[in-house]
Antibody, heavy 119, light 110 residues
Framework: EVQLVESGGGLVQPGGSLRLSCAAS????????MHWVRQAPGKGLEWVSY????????YYADSLKGRFTISRDNAKNSLYLQMDSLRDGDTAVYYC????????????WGQGTLVTVSS | QSVLTQPPSASGTPGQRVTMSCSGS????????VYWYQQLPGTAPKLLIY???QRPSGVPDRFSGSKSGTSASLAISGLRSEDEADYYC???????????FGGGTRLTVL
């Protein structure tokens, strides 16, 4: 059974940093690209970033470039999102999602981890 | 303001057929696949339609997707109370070099 479990969310002050993790199981992690998608309270989905199966292709939402860094460790079946210079507007539930065939086919999602940026 | 435009709400009665639209441009829907996701209250999104009109296993054939030019549509026939949810379209945008989502349509089953 495919499982994606996010962790690392919490309360952080504006300007602070946080590192999210996504532990994958039930499939060959190294064969799939992965995404981070976020959802602010009461708002819609916002795509954050994508990393290819081998980590060589990386894309970010324009509004986040330079502050967020996606990475993965295929040996640990884990996906990461390093978030720096956090702002109030980054408050959201962050989901990791598997890409079935690198076409944007997000077939499995985690349950999400809440990041709250507040002083 | 989302790159893909969806009506904020839609409604129907049980058994009815409802459709919801997703409007984009030549750099996203016009040249790439469209995906649809269903988000029930308090849960993570779930893939409903992939590559414009394909249903993953387990998704009832009451759900169907289509695409024409720079617009896409999701249709739900035989509406049921459990279909009450938020629905999002998504596509890759060549100009942005990123994935984009619509703002979502909240479906109410009356």
């Amino acid at each position: 059974e495919v499982q994606l479990v996010e962790s690392g969310g919490g309360l952080v002050q504006p300007g602070g940093s946080l590192r999210l993790s996504c532990a994958a199981s039930g499939f060959t992690f190294s064969s799939h690209g992965m995404h981070w998608v976020r959802q602010a309270p009461g708002k819609g989905l916002e795509w954050v970033s994508y990393i290819s199966d081998g980590g060589r292709k990386i894309y970010y939402a324009d509004s986040l470039k330079g502050r967020f860094t996606i990475s993965r460790d295929n040996a640990k079946n884990s996906l990461y999102l390093q978030m720096d210079s956090l702002r109030d507007g980054d408050t959201a539930v962050y989901y990791c999602a598997r890409d079935r065939d690198s076409s944007g086919w997000l077939d499995y999602w985690g349950q999400g981890t809440l990041v709250t940026v507040s002083s | 303001q989302s790159v893909l435009t969806q009506p904020p709400s839609a409604s129907g009665t049980p058994g009815q057929r409802v459709t919801m639209s997703c409007s984009g441009s030549s750099s996203n829907i016009g040249s790439n696949y469209v995906y649809w996701y269903q988000q029930l209250p308090g849960t993570a999104p779930k893939l409903l339609i992939y590559k414009n009109n394909q249903r993953p296993s387990g998704v009832p054939d009451r759900f169907s997707g289509s695409k024409s030019g720079t617009s896409a549509s999701l249709a739900i026939s035989g509406l049921r109370s459990e279909d009450e949810a938020d629905y999002y379209c998504s596509a890759w945008d060549d100009s942005l070099s990123g994935r984009v989502f619509g703002g979502g349509t909240r479906l109410t089953v009356l």
